[in-house]
């Protein structure tokens, strides 16, 4: 018979990544971990992403800071850009559009400071010092693994184009 490669499963549909990081939250990995993983790994199966996983389970998220976003990311699907009132953890990985058009990740360090709807992001790791900036708060995106959040209920029955 014919193998099956490895990013597709047994009835030769392709491994989403909602998929993957519902298998390994399932498998009691926590969720910064696995955000590492499909972020740095670009696993294309769950049995790749376990295996980086094992080897690469204590990585730092610090060193996500600063990596350029996957060319095959989309807007809308991978990540949404945030308003004000977009809910974020400190700690967590955002995605920010530098200054030379470049979409990166970041870590969130701050919210509301310096300023009410500014946003402070280490934007990359040092050995000696961090690269910090301050940004507004709709200018940083929310990885969204799961695909795009579904559009408010109301402008989809009044069939309003978003």
Excluded at 84 to 105: A, H, M, N, Y
Excluded at 136 to 151: D, I, R, S
């Amino acid at each position: 018979g014919q193998v099956v490669p490895k990013h597709w499963d047994e009835n030769w549909r392709m491994t989403s990544i909602g998929e993957i990081d519902a298998a390994l939250k399932s498998l009691g990995f926590e969720n910064l971990q696995v955000a590492n993983c499909l972020i740095m790994c670009r696993p294309k199966s769950i049995d790749e992403a376990r295996n980086w996983l094992h080897e690469n389970a204590a990585m730092s998220k610090e060193q996500i800071a600063g990596q350029v976003v996957p060319k095959h990311w989309a807007s809308g699907t991978d990540w949404v850009w945030a308003s004000e009132q977009t809910p974020f953890e400190i700690g967590e990985v955002v995605i920010l559009q530098r200054s030379d058009g470049s979409i990166k990740f970041g870590l969130l360090q701050a919210k509301d400071d310096p300023q009410p709807g500014v946003h402070t992001i280490i934007v990359a790791y040092g050995e000696e010092t961090n690269s910090v900036k301050a940004v507004p708060a709709n200018t940083v995106g929310k990885l969204t693994l799961e695909g795009p959040p579904a559009p408010p209920a109301a402008a989809a029955d009044e069939g309003v184009s978003m």
